[in-house]
């Protein structure tokens, strides 16, 4: 049974960081391309960052670049979601996912999902 286990969400003042980790088991982590999505109330689910499984490169939605950073530890099953310099636009569930397809930002793209974490960003 695959599982992906986020963790690190909270309350944080504008300005702040939160780090965001992606636990991952039952499947072979270092196999998938794993990417963040988030998803603000009333709003639809939004690409975030994603990586890819072989060169660790990575591809940031233009709203976020600069700030946040994604990056994975293969031999710890995790992937993460560095979040810097936050902003209360960015408050929202945030969720780790993992696909078989490169370069992939739609939602309907990944094929396991996470249950979430909040971020709240206050003004």
């Known amino acids: 049974q695959v599982r992906l286990v986020e963790s690190g969400g909270g309350l944080v003042q504008a300005g702040g960081s939160l780090r965001l980790s992606c636990a991952a088991s039952?499947?072979?982590?270092?196999?998938?391309?794993m990417g963040w999505f988030r998803q603000a109330p009333g709003k639809e689910r939004e690409f975030v960052a994603a990586i890819r499984k072989s060169d660790g490169s990575t591809n940031v939605v233009d709203s976020v670049k600069g700030r946040f950073t994604i990056f994975r530890g293969n031999a710890k099953n995790t992937a993460y979601l560095q979040m810097n310099s936050l902003k209360p636009e960015d408050t929202a569930v945030y969720y780790c996912a993992a696909t078989w397809r490169a370069r992939a930002t739609s939602s309907s793209d990944y094929d396991y999902w996470g249950q979430g974490t909040q971020v709240t960003v206050s003004s």
């Open positions: 039952g499947l072979s982590f270092s196999t998938y391309h």
